[in-house]
T-cell receptor, first 110, second 113 residues
Framework: QKEVEQDPGPLSVPEGAIVSLNCTYSNSAFQYFMWYRQYSRKGPELLMYTYSSGNKEDGRFTAQVDKSSKYISLFIRDSQPSDSATYLCAMSGGTYKYIFGTGTRLKVLA | GAVVSQHPSWVICKSGTSVKIECRSLDFQATTMFWYRQFPKQSLMLMATSNEGSKATYEQGVEKDKFLINHASLTLSTLTVTSAHPEDSSFYIC?????????FGNGTRLTVT
């Protein structure tokens, strides 16, 4: 079993839809949870950074962490074609060693 | 803030030659820098961790003599792919950290012919 599981997609949605991206993990020591967006042939760009359980909102993006279920989510409201990218979840136990999901490819159709 | 610059963005080299990739933290001093490799449609694979002024720590299975890492200052780390072969063709990404979280460069696409 991988430490972090993420559905690779692709996930196709119409413009304006609410997108839900998820990751599950097995290591209960993880305390820090990140979401990165990666466009083709570019490096990952940090979207959200959360510590422990709870919600965090930034514009159209909301990150949720449920440590009891070992489940994290990223919601994108009013999705735009420019949101089309690969979304990587990442987590760590407080060290610099991050564990990444495989990434979910998202396509927002105009 | 937290901008990481990586250069070059794309390089083609002949088999047997060496290639150097630079990673700079532009607006912060990075305590640690990391080098990743990414294959098409796959996630990031950590190759090595480097701290300024000390030897890099390589992940299991990564040849330290092939992938030379130098961390000359708190803002600069370099990865040199020595005696490159076609199987070294890949997307290499650096990242840097001061406190948290990781910030990434834009990657270097290496093609070895």
């Amino acid at each position: 079993q991988k430490e972090v599981e993420q559905d690779p997609g692709p996930l196709s949605v119409p413009e304006g839809a609410i997108v839900s991206l998820n990751c599950t993990y097995s290591n209960s020591a993880f305390q820090y949870f990140m979401w990165y967006r990666q466009y083709s042939r570019k490096g990952p760009e940090l979207l959200m950074y959360t510590y422990s359980s709870g919600n965090k909102e930034d514009g159209r993006f909301t990150a949720q962490v449920d440590k009891s279920s070992k489940y994290i989510s990223l919601f994108i409201r009013d999705s735009q074609p420019s949101d089309s990218a690969t979304y990587l979840c990442a987590m760590s136990g407080g060290t610099y060693k991050y564990i990444f999901g495989t990434g979910t490819r998202l396509k927002v159709l105009a | 803030g937290a901008v990481v610059s990586q250069h070059p963005s794309w390089v083609i080299c002949k088999s047997g030659t060496s290639v150097k990739i630079e990673c700079r933290s532009l607006d912060f001093q990075a305590t640690t820098m990391f080098w990743y490799r990414q294959f098409p449609k796959q996630s990031l694979m950590l190759m090595a961790t480097s701290n300024e002024g000390s030897k890099a720590t390589y992940e299991q299975g990564v040849e330290k003599d092939k992938f030379l890492i130098n961390h000359a200052s708190l803002t600069l780390s370099t990865l040199t792919v020595t005696s490159a072969h076609p199987e070294d063709s890949s997307f290499y990404i650096c990242s840097a950290i001061r406190d948290s979280p990781l910030h990434f460069g834009n990657g270097t696409r290496l093609t070895v012919t």
